[in-house]
Every structure is written in structure tokens, then in C-alpha cells.
């Protein structure tokens, strides 16, 4: 199957300062990618939809000046917390969709962790 | 708009028995209808997929889930547990467009009693 990479998978950083979190498609192309939050013991909120060359669609409530999303190229998309704040401490996963036979399939990458202190 | 019932948090099984996790959906379009596991701080692993094909569909590690149209369900099925499946499920429903965002079901984590 199509492989997403996520990275760091885990971060901790200062009150105050940015954290870029990177998604790549190792070996296809993705015009779109996805962006979750998941808060422990609760499902996955998407934040936002990437779109390659143009700006992302933010989810109803989602910060877009905190969250910056660039889809720069067809297989990277970057989320950058910016000042962050203890408040989004949590998981966070992209995600790319492919077409398999008839269908199409989301993959995931492995998530990042992020502890803000 | 879209959306997943997964009834309860949590499931208990004991190993060898059989696995039991509910789906409902809601779509005003034909859905498309996923089941994805997560273990601790990982991402998802997809355990199979309907996408208007076969209505009983098989995934890996022995899962498989009916589509019931009638009952907007899509139950995920698995005849012997193992310690392994113990994890956090979700239900997920999309549209067929290409890049339909996803929406997921809230969860159910599924414990295996030896």
C-alpha cells in the first residue's frame, strides 16, 4: 500500500514557540491531505483539508492563523502550530487519499505527539 | 453531512471468542465505509473497506463487517479473538469522491481478556 510519513512523531516544546510537523507521500502523489487532531480516548477531529498549490479548507472552529498549513509540492504538507500553548498539546495525524481499484483509500501517517510546556 | 454511531467506549472479550464492534452510519449519498485500527500513539491501520461492491467484505487479520443498508450498520465481525486485536476501533463514513474527508465514529477500545 501507499506509505504517508509523518514527522517527528513526537515533540515537546516551550510555551510560546512554533512547531512544524511535516507529512509526506513517499510514493505517490497527493494533491490533498488531510489533518486530525485526536484528543486521548476520543476519535479524530479533522482540522483542516491541504490542498496542493492553494490554501487549505478549514474545519468550522479551527484557528488557521494557529494552524498553518503550506501543500507546497505534491507529496509534502506541513502543519505548523504556531505559539502554541499547553491547550494544543496532543495527537496529530495526516492523512492522503488514494485510489485503489474501484475505490479510494485514506493512509494514514504515524502521527506526532506534542507536548507543549 | 455525514456521520458514525459507535455505540459504548469499550469492549471486553475473552481470547478465542468472538469480536462484536458496532457501526452505524448516516449519508445522503451512497456511503463508502471504513474500519481502521489504532494502536497506542501510532496512526491508523485500515481492516477493510465497502466501497458499494460486495456487501460482506473481508479484512486482514481475519475481520470482516456486512454492509445492511436497511439498517444503515456496518458491524465489525471477527469469529476468535486474540490478545493482539486488543486496540482502539474506528468506523469511519465518506462520500466517493477522490479526496472526500473521512468522518470517524468516536471509538471503542477492545480489550482481550486471556
Known amino acids: 500500500g501507499a506509505v504517508v510519513s509523518q514527522h517527528p512523531s513526537r515533540v515537546i516544546c516551550k510555551s510560546g514557540t512554533s512547531v512544524k510537523i511535516e507529512c509526506r507521500s513517499l510514493?505517490?502523489?497527493?494533491?490533498?491531505m488531510f489533518w486530525y487532531r485526536q484528543f486521548p480516548k476520543q476519535s479524530l477531529m479533522l482540522m483542516a483539508t491541504?490542498?496542493?498549490?492553494?490554501?487549505?479548507?478549514?474545519e468550522q472552529g479551527v484557528e488557521k492563523d494557529k494552524f498553518l498549513i503550506n501543500h507546497a509540492s505534491l507529496t509534502l504538507s506541513t502543519l505548523t502550530v504556531t505559539s502554541a500553548h499547553p491547550e494544543d498539546s496532543s495527537f496529530y495525524i495526516c492523512?492522503?487519499?488514494?485510489?485503489?481499484?474501484?475505490?479510494?483509500?485514506?493512509?494514514f501517517g504515524q502521527g506526532t505527539r506534542l507536548t507543549v510546556v | 453531512a455525514q456521520s458514525v454511531t459507535q455505540l459504548g467506549s469499550h469492549v471486553s472479550v475473552s481470547e478465542g471468542a468472538l469480536v462484536l464492534l458496532r457501526c452505524n452510519y448516516s449519508?445522503?449519498?451512497?456511503?463508502?465505509l471504513f474500519w481502521y485500527v489504532q494502536y497506542p500513539n501510532q496512526g491508523l491501520q485500515l481492516l477493510l473497506k465497502?466501497?458499494?461492491?460486495?456487501?460482506l467484505v473481508k479484512g486482514i487479520n481475519g475481520f470482516e463487517a456486512e454492509f445492511k443498508k436497511s439498517e444503515t450498520s456496518f458491524h465489525l465481525t471477527k469469529p476468535s479473538a486474540h490478545m493482539s486485536d486488543a486496540a482502539e476501533y474506528f468506523c469511519?463514513?465518506?462520500?466517493?469522491?477522490?479526496?472526500?474527508?473521512?468522518?470517524f465514529g468516536k471509538g471503542i477500545t477492545l480489550s482481550v481478556r486471556p
Open positions: 465497502y466501497t458499494s461492491a460486495a456487501t
Open positions: 449519508s445522503s449519498v451512497p456511503p463508502y
Open positions: 491541504s490542498n496542493e498549490g492553494s490554501k487549505a479548507t478549514y
Open positions: 510514493d505517490f502523489q497527493a494533491t490533498t
Open positions: 492523512s492522503a487519499r488514494v485510489r485503489t481499484g474501484p475505490g479510494t483509500e485514506a493512509f
Open positions: 469511519a463514513v465518506s462520500d466517493p469522491g477522490a479526496n472526500s474527508k473521512l468522518t
